[in-house]
């Protein structure tokens, strides 16, 4: 079947840097997305990594290796407004076109 | 350029009534998906529209869910008799190309609760 792992909850200080993991078990890998999400809002698109490396953004980055099933989320210098959800989705290929598969997401929470 | 928005954001509903929801993706995006999220649990995904066509709709629970999505625009979910379970936020989300680059643009929900 196809399952995806991240934490549940995360804590962390304003201006710090957090690291939110994501493990995945699927087959037909095309590809895994971070989204955000704040609470009653759209899931918004962070970061996208279809091969093996770091992928920069800002303040944001995420890592991605296939061959681990294994991807990470890095946040620098936090803000209080990113205290939100963070998602990991994998996108399958099954049947001629791709769909998303979700982990459970992450409830980020900054502190001052 | 207008995100993919839905109708209605909420909806209180008894168990066995119908319910219709509606999404409206970016315009232009030939690709549209409806996914489902029940408390405390993942977001899953229900089906996918191309224009008109359904592609793939592997995730729908059962039949008492049918989406449509006439003319390749719009798209609408009615759930027929609607039961307990069914209780949850129902997203659509949108994307230009289904390939590599196909970054999918989602709405904010509707919350669906059965009574």
């Known amino acids: 079947g196809q399952n995806i792992d991240q934490p549940t909850e995360m804590t962390a200080t304003e201006g710090a840097i957090v690291q939110i993991n994501c493990t995945y078990q699927?087959?037909?890998?095309?590809?895994l997305f971070w989204y955000q999400q704040h609470a009653g809002e759209a899931p918004t698109f962070l970061s996208y990594?279809?091969?093996?490396g770091l992928e920069e953004k800002g303040r944001f980055s995420s890592f991605l290796s296939r061959s681990k099933g294994y991807s990470y989320l890095l946040l620098k210098e936090l803000q209080m407004k990113d205290s939100a959800s963070y998602l990991c989705?994998?996108?399958?290929?099954?049947?001629?076109?791709?769909?998303?598969?979700f982990g459970a997401g992450t409830r980020l929470a900054v502190h001052p | 350029e207008a995100g993919v928005t839905q109708f209605p954001s909420h909806s209180v509903i008894e168990k066995g009534q119908t319910v219709t929801l509606r999404c409206d993706p970016i315009?232009?995006?030939?690709?549209l998906y409806w996914y489902r999220r029940v408390m405390g649990k993942e977001i899953k995904f229900l089906l996918h529209?191309?224009?008109?066509?359904?592609?793939?709709e592997s995730g729908m629970p059962n039949n008492r869910f049918l989406a449509e999505r006439t003319g390749g625009t719009y798209s609408t979910l009615k759930v027929q008799p609607a039961e307990l379970e069914d209780s949850g936020v129902y997203f659509c989300?949108?994307?230009?190309?289904?390939?590599?680059?196909?970054?999918?643009?989602f709405g904010p929900g509707t919350r669906l609760t059965v009574t």
């Open positions: 989300a949108s994307s230009h190309f289904n390939g590599p680059s196909g970054e999918q643009y």
């Open positions: 699927t087959s037909g890998f095309n590809g």
């Open positions: 990594n279809v091969l093996d």
């Open positions: 989705a994998v996108r399958v290929f099954s049947g001629g076109y791709n769909k998303l598969i």
């Open positions: 315009s232009g995006h030939d690709n």
């Open positions: 529209f191309v224009k008109e066509s359904k592609q793939d």
